[in-house]
């Protein structure tokens, strides 16, 4: 099993309309929880992070925790083409103290 | 903004050769990385520095090291390449905000061995 699973995609989606992207993680000692965005071609950069269960929102971003059933997700609302790309969830497990486990990734693509 | 740069951003060598990718950051971080990621997949763990004189392997084996005389720079080396080589390589450097690294990454260094 790996450490970080997600759907690989690619997830399509029309513009305007609400982006789900799901993660689910194996360590249940996992401390913190970031989403990073990563256009063809280029690296990632992190657009989101989350520690506590709940809903963490950031302008047309939302993260969500789950913990006892060791799942994150990321909404995107009113989505744009400028949206397409892979979205990388990625865990801090406890035992790993900084080490930042990621997955492979969900291709979003945003049509026009 | 972050500020950590990768050189050089392709390269194309042949099998046998020594190679160094640089990596330098000007953000006084001291934690850095080296991850390796194929088309695809997932970025793995190759190297990491709590700081100056401090190299740690990551989780996924390589025959690359590392060094760290200062702080601001984290450069990896191949010392034979080798078609199995052939990848992505993302150095990173991270700061503690709100208790968790948050990771900054440099532009990548994409490497073929021919």
Redesign the interface.
Known sequence: Q?E?EQN?GPLSVPEGAIASLNCTYSDRGS??F?W?RQYSG?????IM?I?SNGDKEDGRFTAQLNKASQYVSLLIRDSQPSDSATY?C?V?PWTGG???I????TRLFVKA | EADIYQTPRYLVIGTGKKITLECSQTMGHD?MYW?QQDP????H?IH?SYGVNSTEK??LSSESTVSRIRTEHFPLTLESARPSHTSQY?CAS?V?R???????????TQLSVL
């Not at chain 2, 695809?40 to 970025?43: Q, Y």
């Not at chain 2, 709100?98 to 990548?108: I, P």
Request: glycine content about 14%; hydrophobic content about 30%.
């Open positions: 790996k970080v690989s401390q913190s970031f990073y280029k690296s990632p950069e992190l992070s520690y990388l990625a801090n900084f080490k930042t990621f997955g492979a990734g | 934690k991850y695809g997949m997932e970025l763990l990491y990551g989780d993302l991270s503690d709100e208790g968790s690294e948050k990771l900054f990454f440099g532009s990548g």
